[in-house]
Structure formats: C-alpha cells, structure tokens
C-alpha cells in the first residue's frame, strides 16, 4: 500500500513524502501456486504462462526501474522527475499487486475451484447482494460493461461493514477507490486475461471464470478483517 502514497509537493518546491515511501524496496516476480495448465480448460496453460512470465513479469520490472529512479530523483531534489514517474510507480506497482491476487484467486478444479463459499462469507453475500448466484450477475455485468481495460472486484468496506462490487481503470489497485475497501476477490479483463482463448467474447470468460474462483481464500481474507473490525468496535 505504501507505493500508492501521494507524494505532495509544497509551495517552496521541497519534497515531502511519507515515511513508508522511503522503504520501499524493489519487488520480484510470485510464483503461481499450480502449474500453468493446472486452469484448463477454464483458461488455457498458454494464457497462463504468458500472463505470468510477460505480463507480470513486465509489471514487475519496470515497476523496480521507476522506483530506482524515484529513489535517485528524491535523493537529488529533483521534483519534475519524482512528479514524472508518479505514474509509472502507480501504473506497474498496481499491476504487480492485481496480479499477485488475482493468482492467489483462483484454484484448480480439482483443487476445489469454483466451490461456492461458505461460513460467513458465504453468508455475507447472501445478505449483501441476496444471493450467490446475485453476486455473479451482478459482477459479470460490471466485467462486461467496463470500458477498455481494468478489473472488477469483490470488496469488503472495513467502515460499513458490507460487501461492495467495485471496477477499477487500467491497474489501479482497490485502494485507489477507498482506503476501507480490502480485496476479495479480483478478475482481470485485460485483453491479455482471456484472447487468445475467448477472442473478444468478454462474457464469456467471465461466466467461465467462475469455475476455478478459490473461495476459500477470500473467505480467509474476509474472516480476517471482519474480526478485526469486530475487535477494533470493541476496544471502543
């Protein structure tokens, strides 16, 4: 989260960037957790493979360049550069967290991909939304009508405690639309996510999608948080 930090700029053209800014270090390449063909036929061990060691892999590289140079220009003084290479840091680190969930999203068939969650998330989207298969509609309509490229998630909202259905531009990470939101669940509808095998039939790889969706990771993660918040009411 501290890579997505603004970096303001005051009236005497000094610097000023949170402390975490400075921390930052450069950043490698996850492995996936099954093997590239491990998805099919949902997605195909060629789509997988591609989109992990180019598309990934390239987020990952320049997202470490632009932070070098960042690091440099902040080093020099120099503004315009650190104002120039806000967007890069913004754009690759944003693509290299989308991707790193989005991997830890999805799971194997045999695995028990595509198992509808249960416990309390699964409960949750049943209040939320009304019903799993709502939930579904309602995220493969967003998916569909997001215009060029970007992502389409399940969120939790730690403030309101409820279960949001966000899209995000380009790589913008969750965070980017509220600081409460955490990540459930996102779906890549990149181009590079699903041509190869859907063409331009979007839909169609969103409602297949669904079937390798690794529920029980974000029901990890929506545990997680939800007792948080509920510790954190408490300490009140």
């Not at 967290?97 to 409960?123: D, M, T």
Request: hydrophobic share 40%; aromatic share 10%; charged share 20%.
């Amino acid at each position: 989260m501290a890579l997505l930090r603004s970096i303001a700029i005051s009236s005497n053209k000094t610097i000023t960037l949170a402390r975490s800014a400075r921390a930052l270090t450069t950043t490698t390449l996850p492995p996936l957790p099954y093997s590239y063909d491990a998805l099919e036929p949902v997605i195909s061990g060629e789509i997988m493979m591609l989109h992990h060691q180019k598309h990934h892999q390239t987020y990952v590289t320049n997202y470490n360049s632009a932070l070098e140079l960042l690091h440099t220009a902040m080093d020099k003084g120099d503004v315009s550069a650190v104002v120039g290479l806000q967007s890069a840091v913004k754009f690759n680190g944003g693509g290299h967290i989308n991707h790193s969930i989005f991997w830890k999203n999805l799971r194997p068939v045999n695995a028990g991909g595509g198992e509808p969650p249960h416990k309390k998330l699964g409960w949750q989207i049943d209040t939320d939304f009304g019903s799993f298969n709502a939930l579904i509609s309602i995220m493969n309509a967003e998916g569909a009508a997001l215009q060029g490229s970007g992502w389409v998630w399940l969120a939790f909202d730690k403030e309101l405690k409820r279960l949001e259905v966000e899209t995000t531009a380009n790589q913008d990470p969750l965070v980017t639309k509220g600081a409460t939101l955490v990540p459930l669940l996102g779906i890549d509808v990149w181009e590079h996510a699903y041509y190869l095998q859907y063409k331009n039939v979007k839909l169609e790889y969103l409602k297949n999608i669904w079937k390798v969706i690794n529920w029980e990771y974000a029901g990890e993660v929506y545990e997680k948080e939800a007792q948080w918040c509920d510790l954190s009411e408490e300490t009140k």
